[in-house]
C-alpha cells in the first residue's frame, strides 16, 4: 500500500481508471435493476446516460438519482481499495465523471437537464471526498509492531 519511491507508471493508471469505471456501471446497474427495474416494464442504457432520465418530475427520476448517488458512494468505497491514496481521489472521480459525460454525449446529445448536472457535480464531490475520508484514515492508521520476547 504504502511506497518508497512514486514511479509513474501509466499502464497501472490506465488499469486503475478502467477497473474504476466498470465497478463504478457494474454498481450502477445493480442499484438501477433494484430501484429502477422493478418500476418500468423493460430496462435499457437510457438510464444510465441519457440525461432526460434524471428528473425529479417523476418517482423513477428520483430512483434514478438515487442509483447515481449510491454508486458514487460505492465509488468512493472501491477507490479505498484500487486507488489507495488521497491525493489521487480527486483525479481519479473527476476522470470518472468526465469519462461519463463523454458517453453521455455521444447516447443521447449534449445534457441540458440542470438536474443532470446537479446530480452528476454532487456525485463526484461525494465519490472524491469520501473516498479522501476514507483513504486518509487508513493512511493515518497505526502500523502495528510486534516485539518478540525471548525467555531466555
Known sequence: MFYGAVV???WLIVAQIVCLQCL????LGVFLSFLVGVRVSRMSLVYFFDFASVTTSTVTGWYVIASFLLSSIAGAGYMLYLIERAKKCLDFSATLYIIHLFICIIYGGWPSSITWWV???T???V???LG???CIRRE????P???YRSNV
Do not use: F, H, Q, S
Open 119 to 121: 446530480v452528476n457535480g
Open 132 to 134: 479522501e475520508y476514507l
Open 24 to 27: 463504478y456501471y457494474l454498481t
Open 140 to 143: 493515518l492508521r497505526e502500523i
Open 8 to 10: 509513474w507508471d501509466p
Open 127 to 129: 465519490m472524491a471526498l
Open 145 to 147: 509492531i510486534t516485539r
Open 123 to 125: 456525485g463526484v464531490a
